[in-house]
């Protein structure tokens, strides 16, 4: 094969079918909010710990209605728990209990 | 009889596992305070005005201290006088337990108890003073309003099996003594009463019953009472030297936090104290109703009361025996695991750190840490830094472009661990700077700065003091304008840190200040706090509009308060502008010089 010093970018699909989706029925149970999220990114844009850990409420809730459990737990781990971001959620969403809840259901050894 | 051993043996086991369960250097620290003679004498003084005199309720309402020192002085008395008797007219009965409480039982007035009479008349006299504290206690339970509650406690089944039998155990009393008066003697009570029975009653056989019917209302109060909220009873006897000895809950359920949750007496003060209660579905989630759901070991419930509260500390405060609901409560969220732990150590902390040191040598210099918080309001460190720069202190910003946060939100959750990675990178950053003044602008910074942080010798100031400090100092002068300013205290700087007074003499002399309705340390939280878990805003909005109404009791201009989360709460609901204390020093600031200029 040709060396172009190049190659294309590695495929962004999600197979939404090869998805295990129970921890996040779950955590829908919990926190029936987390479809309220319209990824409007107020929580990002007022996180103090995203400027050194690139963390995101937005992302992480994105992540985890598409299965990528490693990226969101990653990000979690930087969260200081500071509680910004609920207080600017347009739509009122409990972040802050919203992210204890992640962190019950989800495990961090399953990456 | 049986009920006397069933409780001491109770108390006994209980004491001996609470004591067991300290960690061992509290152990040590509290066997050491018992044998120090000032804090003996402090835990006599406590054990007396709080246990027997309540103080603390006689501060909040005089008919519901009443209330309660006539049932336990009164009882205490009688119990003493009791003995006292004893002692004098049957010294070889003075070791049994249970002879003065049915002396008059046993006794037959003759020429040598006849000298007694004085001591007829006190004890009659203090069981006078029971009856009549019983006789409120039954009012209560129809009209609280009385005595200044609005709501008091729902009463659990086993704590009306002690209430009833505690109520039937003094006028049992009375008409057994009174039976007997004319054998045993009397005194002003039981014998008048005697004449009564006599009109009636010949026969002295009448007199058993209710002798009997007085030992077993003693016998069931005190077999149910470890079940009870009665229970408080010897519990707080023990909690208080604990409390003294600086014993602090280590542990969610053993040691100190297990004596604290049998010490409540379901009083219900923290019923009326908690700024959820404007809604009614939050009642249930008051202090009062967390200890006895600690006390059945439910799960759920603890879980689900110690998430929803707003860790202002108000019940706290106003708590007769002094409960900490707020720290019981973190306790309870510590217990919680996760499955995920923050990981801080790709924190980069040399950016900060440049970003916090100063060009020039610093000693004597200002570091100011904004705050998580202060980032929503900026209207806060706007005010702040102008007046530093007026007065022409030398500063540096810490985290102008955000920074780590302090942990206190962390902490509120009850995940220790993470709280610590912050503060120790917090501290490495704040000791690198080499300022030595550390000014703040957010209480809940502030709080955990001051309890949890070991900076050495550099001194943690909130702006509010700063401020109070350089208006004192003459530094800067202020404009007296003829706005009507209320205070807000926020709870973390007030019931939190204790600072009252500084903000209130900054406004003094920026204007007319007024009171709100209930200040100090009864002030209402905005319902804005991180300390709650799960209330959600829209269960908020009725919190803060009850404390926006209590605030507005006398009509101010404007509301000020001193910490930027509840400026931002404040805001969306009040009809009057809302500011923070930095921005009423900005606006009416003469700075030193300018006066010089003037003169």
Not at chain 1, 31 to 50: H, L, N
Not at chain 2, 179 to 203: K, M, Q, R, W, Y
Not at chain 2, 235 to 250: D, H, K, M, S, W
Not at chain 2, 442 to 452: A, G, L, S, V
């Amino acid at each position: 094969m040709m060396n172009f010093g190049f190659k294309i970018a590695p495929s962004a699909t999600i197979n939404l079918d090869n998805v295990d989706m129970e921890k996040f029925t779950l955590l829908h149970e919990m926190e029936p909010d987390v479809y309220k999220c319209m990824a409007c990114g107020s929580c990002s844009a007022t996180c103090p710990a995203g400027r050194f850990t690139g963390m995101s409420v937005r992302k992480v809730i994105l992540d985890l209605q598409r299965g990528r459990e490693k990226e969101a737990v990653r990000m979690l781990k930087g969260c200081m728990l500071c509680g910004k971001c609920s207080m600017v959620c347009p739509r009122g969403i409990n972040t802050r209990h919203l992210i204890l809840s992640v962190c019950r259901i989800y495990n961090e050894d399953k990456q | 009889m049986i009920g006397m051993i069933f409780i001491l043996t109770w108390c006994t086991v209980g004491m001996i596992r609470i004591i067991a369960n300290l960690p061992k250097d509290d152990r040590k620290r509290f066997f050491l305070s018992l044998v120090n003679p000032k804090i003996m004498l402090k835990n006599i003084r406590d054990i007396f005005c709080d246990c027997l005199f309540h103080v603390k309720l006689w501060k909040r309402n005089r008919l519901l201290g009443y209330m309660h020192s006539s049932i336990a002085f009164g009882w205490f008395m009688l119990i003493v006088i009791g003995h006292i008797e004893v002692f004098f007219y049957a010294p070889h009965r003075a070791k049994l337990l249970y002879f003065p409480i049915f002396f008059r039982y046993f006794m037959a007035e003759d020429d040598s108890t006849m000298g007694g009479a004085f001591f007829f008349f006190l004890m009659d006299f203090f069981l006078l003073v029971v009856l009549s504290g019983i006789a409120l206690a039954i009012v209560k339970r129809v009209h609280s309003r009385f005595f200044g509650m609005r709501r008091t406690t729902n009463p659990s089944f086993m704590d009306l099996v002690g209430l009833y039998s505690l109520w039937s155990i003094f006028p049992l009393r009375l008409f057994a003594e009174g039976f007997t008066a004319d054998i045993s003697g009397g005194s002003f009570l039981t014998e008048s009463l005697n004449h009564v029975f006599h009109a009636f009653l010949g026969n002295h056989m009448n007199m058993l019953p209710t002798w009997w019917a007085y030992s077993l209302a003693l016998g069931i109060f005190f077999c149910a009472l470890p079940f009870t909220r009665y229970m408080h009873i010897p519990t707080e006897i023990l909690l208080i030297p604990l409390r003294n000895a600086g014993v602090r809950i280590r542990h969610p359920r053993k040691g100190y936090a297990e004596a604290e949750v049998y010490a409540c007496p379901s009083c219900g003060v923290c019923i009326d104290a908690c700024p959820m209660g404007v809604m009614k579905t939050h009642i249930k989630d008051t202090t009062v109703y967390l200890n006895r759901q600690l006390r059945r070991h439910n799960e759920t419930r603890i879980e689900e009361i110690s998430d929803k509260c707003l860790l202002c500390g108000k019940c706290t405060a106003v708590c007769p025996v002094g409960v900490e609901g707020d720290r019981l409560r973190i306790a309870q969220r510590s217990a919680r695991k996760y499955n995920i732990s923050p990981d801080y150590s790709c924190i980069d902390t040399d950016i900060l750190k440049k970003e916090a040191s100063f060009r020039a040598p610093a000693s004597g210099k200002v570091l100011y840490f904004a705050g998580c918080m202060t980032a929503l309001t900026p209207q806060i460190r706007k005010s702040v830094e102008s007046v530093l720069t007026r007065c022409g202190t030398d500063y540096e910003f810490m985290d102008r472009d955000g920074g780590i946060c302090c942990g206190r939100p962390m902490l509120m959750a009850g995940r220790f661990d993470a709280a610590e990675e912050m503060i120790a990178k917090n501290t490495d950053i704040i000791l690198g700077s080499g300022a030595d003044t550390l000014l703040l602008s957010c209480p809940i910074c502030y709080r955990i700065f001051r309890e949890n942080y070991n900076l050495g010798k550099m001194r943690i100031v909130h702006h509010t003091e700063y401020f109070a400090e350089l208006i004192g100092s003459g530094t800067i002068g202020m404009l007296h304008g003829s706005d009507r300013y209320v205070f807000h205290d926020p709870c973390e700087l007030g019931r939190g840190c204790g600072i009252y007074d500084e903000p209130r003499a900054v406004l003094s002399a920026a204007g007319e200040l007024v009171e709100a309705e209930k200040h100090h340390r009864e002030s209402i939280c905005c319902g804005g706090s991180l300390g709650s878990l799960t209330l959600g805003f829209g269960k908020r909005q009725a919190m803060t509009e009850n404390a926006l109404h209590n605030l507005t009791a006398a009509s101010p201009d404007s509301i000020v308060t001193a910490c930027p989360l509840c400026l931002s709460t404040f805001h969306r609901y009040a009809d009057r502008p809302v500011m923070d204390i930095a921005e009423v020093v900005d606006r009416n600031m003469i700075p030193a010089d300018s006066n010089d200029i003037d003169d």
